[in-house]
């Protein structure tokens, strides 16, 4: 059975940072694209960051020279670190491991619960 476990959120002060992880179970992530997505309260959920198998990294321009994504293949995990954080920044953040060719789906697609980030004074 395929788990993603999300780790690292929490509450921290505007301008500071933060480093999720994204532990998965049952597959082998190097195989796979992994994504990032987040979702504010009373908004949809929106794409932050994409890394493909081959190692191709995509960002949303509300986050981009802010945020970086990664992956440990040894130890399964997927890594978004945040950096000069903001308010706007505050939502829940969840993984996304998926098969993917050209920017499309292509069959597997397997998502974890969530980790929250607060950002506030």
């Known amino acids: 059975q395929v788990q993603l476990v999300e780790s690292g959120g929490g509450l921290v002060q505007p301008g500071g940072s933060l480093r999720l992880s994204c532990v998965a179970s049952?597959?082998?992530?190097?195989?796979?694209?992994a994504d990032w997505y987040r979702e504010a309260p009373g908004k949809q959920r929106d794409l932050v960051a994409i890394i493909t198998s081959g190692g191709s990294t995509v960002y949303a321009d509300s986050v981009k020279g802010r945020f970086t994504i990664s992956r440990d293949n040894a130890k399964n995990t997927v890594h978004l670190q945040m950096n000069s954080l903001t308010p706007e920044d505050t939502a829940v953040y969840y993984c996304?491991?998926?098969?993917?060719?050209?920017?499309?789906?292509?069959?597997?697609?397997?998502w974890g619960q969530g980790t929250q980030v607060t950002v506030s004074s």
């Open positions: 996304n491991v998926k098969s993917a060719v050209g920017g499309m789906t292509t069959g597997d697609d397997y």
């Open positions: 049952g597959i082998l992530l190097s195989a796979y694209e």
